[in-house]
């Protein structure tokens, strides 16, 4: 047997974060790949700053979710929040997976179709449904959640006019525990306000009661909130079974449920904190299983979850453009990204990776966008090696919101970046120019 050569031990100091009751996070390791991808090679092909997505990590994502829910309760089916992230190729892997289209505006509405959605697997929510967006989804036999009263007798004014028939949920606001409560949405469960907009479907000729729709919040922490929900919303659906002897097809629990970021001033990361995926799957349908519906009488489950299926498969990847010393002495680092790219950086302290190994050397420091607003603050504390310029850098979990959020004010928005299942990289956004921008613009005659 051929003897190993010896190879000279040698010590790697750690750069561990803080200590707490979970033990410590080591922080500060660069992220060279992403799915076997160069950092670099990315940004050096597409530019930076850019915006990176997973498609793997998205399909285990939703699979993943599918599964947690689907060994608990028999009928379950989600429904992709289009304004969580409305990129085409984003909307079309969760469609190839298997999920339904959940919108909120005429617009996403067209996207949905656009992508190739059947519109009896849409699913429209929403104050702000005009009368075309009702009448076009009351053709393609969509889901219409009600919002409010004056929608309520548009439709049945539309459905006589035009001798349609829509599917109609409601959407229903209630006390769960949470605070501030979302009532500004949907019909009040408590003051029976719900009750009387289903009675008002119920008695109506030319609209089909289908199901009861709620969505308690964002970001939610209360598996138990969750289950207050689906106890009222099983008491509604209980309650048009009794009294107009019509079985609902389906009780819609919304979305809310959290990614593992962390949220501005918690104590404890995100990924210490944040509750499971099965902890709300346990939540919500223990509830429905144990209300007394017969087996076959148990209605489908519908989920639009949209942030915890994909925050954690985009990444946003910058550059440093300078660093300096504030006044009060503190380090400050300027990256090439700022507010108007990452939305989400005003409620995450987003993890921050540099993309290269750097010293052993450590800061606190500040991150500052290059924006010229005193507001523009990536990160406010953050402990990081001494970066320099031209340094790259890697924000993880921002594949909600950050799309859709996003602004054009004194950059353009960058491009986007799609991993395929193979580690191919395929641009599924381009960057804005100059040329696109003024694209809309029209200079009155007197000032050509």
Not at 148 to 176: C, F, Q, W
Not at 347 to 355: E, F, G
Not at 387 to 416: C, E, S
């Amino acid at each position: 047997m051929e003897k190993i050569r010896y190879e000279r031990p040698f010590i790697i100091k750690m750069n561990a974060g803080l200590m707490n009751k979970f033990g410590t996070q080591s922080v500060n390791e660069p992220v060279t790949h992403i799915e076997s991808v160069s950092v670099k090679g990315m940004l050096s092909e597409y530019g930076s700053p850019l915006f990176v997505i997973s498609e793997k990590q998205i399909r285990r994502n939703y699979q993943n979710a599918v599964r947690i829910f689907k060994t608990r309760y028999p009928k379950v089916q989600f429904a992709w929040s289009y304004k969580t992230n409305y990129m085409n190729a984003v909307c079309r892997i969760f469609h190839q997976e298997g999920s339904w289209a959940e919108v909120v505006s005429g617009f996403e509405y067209s996207k949905a179709l656009g992508n190739g959605v059947q519109g009896n697997k849409i699913i429209f929510n929403g104050p702000d449904k005009n009368d075309s967006d009702l009448i076009l989804a009351a053709q393609n036999n969509s889901l219409i959640h009600i919002d409010h009263y004056d929608e309520l007798y548009s439709l049945i004014r539309l459905s006589e006019e035009h001798g349609l028939k829509p599917r109609i949920a409601i959407r229903v606001n209630m006390d769960t525990g949470i605070y501030p409560k979302w009532d500004r949405f949907g019909f009040n469960f408590e003051n029976g306000q719900a009750w009387n907009a289903l009675t008002r479907i119920a008695n109506s000729d030319n609209l089909e009661l289908v199901g009861v729709h709620c969505h308690i919040g964002t970001f939610m922490l209360s598996p138990t909130a969750y289950a207050v929900a689906a106890r009222n919303l099983c008491e509604l659906a209980w309650g048009v079974k009794e009294r107009f002897g019509k079985m609902l097809q389906y009780i819609d629990l919304g979305g809310g449920f959290p990614s593992t970021n962390t949220l501005k001033g918690a104590y404890l990361p995100g990924t210490d904190t944040v509750p499971s995926i099965d902890q709300f799957a346990d939540a919500i349908t223990d509830v429905i299983l144990g209300y007394g519906f017969k087996h076959d009488e148990l209605p489908t489950l519908i989920l639009e979850s949209g942030r915890t299926l994909i925050d954690d498969a985009g990444y946003l990847l910058g550059t440093v453009l300078a660093t300096k010393r504030l006044s009060d002495g503190r380090r400050a680092t300027i990256l090439d990204f700022g507010l108007n790219s990452l939305f989400t950086s005003l409620w995450y302290d987003h993890k921050i990776s540099p993309a290269q190994k750097l010293g052993n050397q450590t800061e606190e420091m500040v991150m500052f966008g290059p924006l010229c607003m005193n507001i523009d603050v990536v990160r406010e504390s953050i402990t990081m090696p001494l970066l320099q310029k031209g340094d790259q850098v890697v924000v993880h979990k921002v594949g909600a919101y950050n799309m859709t959020q996003w602004m054009q004010f004194i950059t353009y928005r960058p491009p986007i970046v799609l991993i395929d299942n193979d580690n191919n990289t395929h641009i599924i956004r381009k960057g804005e120019d100059l040329k696109y921008m003024e694209e809309l613009e029209q200079i009155p005659e007197h000032l050509v």
